[in-house]
């Protein structure tokens, strides 16, 4: 609280009031023209202050850049969390939401940061709001367009219908709009074009009509961001607008004529010799030309190349640079019907390249940054150099001014996720063997990332979706490196916290600061993943009032001694339950609370391998058993029956390792 003395120098009390009305009228007007959409502030720092906000008290007020500095820009503050709060309850109340993915979406609660699907900055902005293949649909809403410091809106695969509202053309900080797979109709609004941070646009597979913008930053994207849109036409598209000139591919290649070194005595016979070839060439080509013709009937598909980016002092040894033509042949133009997956990085794409081969290719989607290409190889070769068994080898990259694509080998059998969650009913589930073959080689792939690369790689994002099955449904750890790789804007700092709900540890979902002991959490809440057959985060477990963390519900069946109520029923009982036991023990020891309490990801090879588990599982219950102990006395301090009891504790459900 300011208070102003009467003796202060050169401020009476009649002006003192007078600032007093000044500063009343200063917040009406500000709380008016927020309500209205029209004041427009600078976060974090708020370093500049439109004129209509400032007014007459800074001017005519002495004193009041005080009340400027330290009151009215916390006001302003907590007014645009509000205002962002009611943006984003708009669009819930706007969109069906089935499933309750927007459950958490409060309106009592004002700030929006504390909501599922919303990430804020360190000024409690709103910066990115995901809300990908989350079974919504209805519209959306112009109150978006007053995120004014979004940065990320993530709406694909869903069936969000409607127009894009412009307003989204005011959202100026947005780096990645992906629309992708959607029912949008009408035509793309032009003010998308002044966004000009944009980097990442994705309106593929929705009912957009119309010309395609080509002015501002709509110039920088491929035919891949507007694909599967019939009725759209023009520059952005393999289709013209009625009355525009023909769109047309590339001109082919054409090698120059090598130079003559003969004299002109010699062209009587060159034309002679010509007459004849082109004669016999003739006569062997008439099969050919008459496939031409007959092939020129079917429709011909469009592709655009782009020039390439590259370093020439970044070598890259046997890794391949592949051109973007080349990956649209072998994706078949990015085609939906050739989409394997898709999730925080970007969309996976099957495809076969020219010598037959199968691959993955993986389209990134992420901020571009002057300057960032050279990190970018440097941290493809990086990735490029971790080779091992049960880690997936980068076969090769492709990058534009406007894409980035990495290439993989095919894996056959998808992912742990996959198979244990989207089998189809005639494929034999994971049989018990294979998940511990799973679990181990999997902890062997990560700790090759932590203690044999240099520098070791934090993988950021370890769960069953990221661990692929090839043939032999072998382990491989996929998108290692990805996390660092998407983060090259910025060398030595992760910008952000990226993971999956129920895989994230703690403490780098509080502090943002990632670890080999962060990827240990992660590999712990994978395991149980293996065992239950069941998600990390699962708001399906709400039905039976159970918990949507998996580790907490684990916990808690353990707590009641249901252990065989955690096995997946996938499995009909066809396990060793000494095994199961083992395996509990494993991830409740990697998803400690405290970092420092976690084994290395190469003592949880030892211990799968049989060495150590008992020693670390004693010691780790004689800790709970304190830990408890100073919990739950009793204010008298008298807890001999805790001593006495220990059914209380999860961590003694379980026998020792056998």
């Not at 009343?24 to 007007?29: E, H, R």
């Not at 930053?217 to 607008?241: D, E, Y």
């Not at 994230?504 to 509080?510: D, G, N, R, V, W």
């Not at 066809?574 to 290395?600: F, H, W």
Request: with cysteine.
């Amino acid at each position: 609280m300011v208070v102003f003395s009467g003796g202060m120098v050169g401020v009476s009390r009649h002006t003192m009031l007078y600032c007093a009305i000044l500063v009343l009228y200063d917040l009406i007007l500000s709380f008016a023209k927020l309500y209205r959409g029209v004041l427009t502030l600078y976060l974090p720092s708020l370093h500049v202050v439109p004129y209509q906000f400032v007014s007459y008290t800074v001017l005519l007020c002495p004193c009041m850049q005080l009340y400027h500095s330290l009151i009215s820009r916390k006001i302003v503050r907590y007014l645009i969390v509000m205002q962002e709060g009611d943006a984003l309850h708009s669009l819930r109340t706007n969109l069906i939401d089935p499933s309750n993915v927007l459950q958490s979406w409060d309106p009592t609660l004002v700030n929006p940061c504390t909501w599922f699907h919303v990430t804020c900055n360190n000024d409690n902005s709103v910066i990115r709001v995901d809300l990908g293949n989350a079974q919504l649909s209805g519209t959306l809403v112009p109150q978006l367009g007053l995120l004014k410091n979004l940065q990320y809106l993530e709406l694909y695969s869903n069936n969000i219908s409607g127009t894009i509202p412009s307003d989204l053309g005011n959202l100026t900080n947005l780096v990645s709009l992906d629309l992708y797979l959607n029912s949008f109709t009408g035509g793309i609004p032009d003010t998308l074009g002044k966004l000009t941070k944009l980097r990442f646009l994705d309106l593929s597979n929705n009912n957009l009509s119309g010309e395609v913008p080509s002015t501002g930053s709509f110039s920088l994207f491929t035919p891949i961001s507007f694909a599967n849109n019939p009725q759209l036409c023009g520059p952005g598209t393999t289709k013209a607008c009625p009355g525009a000139p023909p769109l047309s591919p590339p001109p082919p290649f054409i090698s120059p004529a090598p130079p003559s070194s003969q004299g002109s005595s010699a062209s009587s016979t060159g034309a002679i010799a010509g007459g004849v070839a082109a004669g016999a060439a003739l006569l062997f080509a008439a099969p050919a030309i008459g496939f031409a013709w007959w092939r020129r009937r079917k429709p011909q598909e469009h592709f655009f190349d782009v020039p390439a980016e590259e370093d020439p002092e970044v070598h890259l040894g046997q890794l391949k640079r592949f051109s973007l033509r080349e990956l649209q042949v072998a994706t078949d133009n990015f085609s939906t019907k050739n989409i394997l997956g898709r999730g925080g990085f970007g969309k996976v794409y099957k495809g076969r390249l020219a010598d037959g081969s199968l691959v993955a290719v993986k389209r990134l989607k992420e901020e571009r940054t002057p300057g960032g290409e050279l990190q970018f190889q440097t941290e493809v070769e990086m990735i490029s150099m971790a080779v091992h068994r049960n880690l997936l080898r980068l076969r090769g990259f492709c990058m534009t001014p406007t894409e980035r694509l990495l290439v993989y080998p095919y894996m056959a059998n998808g992912s742990v996720a996959s198979c244990l969650r989207e089998r189809p009913p005639s494929e034999p589930p994971l049989d018990w063997t294979t998940r511990r073959r799973i679990a181990l080689g999997s902890a062997r792939g990560l700790s090759y990332l932590h203690d044999h690369c240099d520098p070791k790689i934090i993988h950021r994002d370890v769960k069953a979706a990221n661990i692929l099955l090839d043939e032999e449904f072998e382990a491989v750890v996929g998108d290692f490196g990805l996390a660092k790789l998407m983060d090259y804007k910025d060398t030595h700092v992760t910008t952000a916290v990226r993971g999956t709900i129920g895989h994230i540890a703690p403490e780098y979902l509080s502090t943002g600061k990632s670890s080999e002991k962060t990827d240990v959490f992660g590999y712990g809440i994978m395991l149980l993943e293996l065992i239950t057959g069941q998600r990390a985060f699962d708001l399906a477990r709400l039905a039976n009032d159970d918990d949507v963390m998996l580790l907490d519900w684990v916990k808690g069946l353990l707590k009641e001694k249901k252990l065989d109520m955690l096995v997946d029923p996938d499995l009909q009982d066809d396990y060793v339950e000494a095994e199961v036991e083992s395996l509990i023990q494993v991830a409740l020891l990697c998803t400690q609370g405290s970092p420092m309490e976690r084994p290395k990801m190469s003592e949880v090879v030892r211990m799968l391998e049989g060495d150590g588990l008992a020693e670390r599982w004693e010691e780790w219950q004689k800790v709970e058993v304190v830990r408890l102990d100073v919990e739950m006395a009793p204010p008298n301090g008298n807890n001999e029956w805790i001593i006495d009891s220990t059914d209380n504790l999860h961590a003694v459900e379980l026998s020792g390792p056998r």
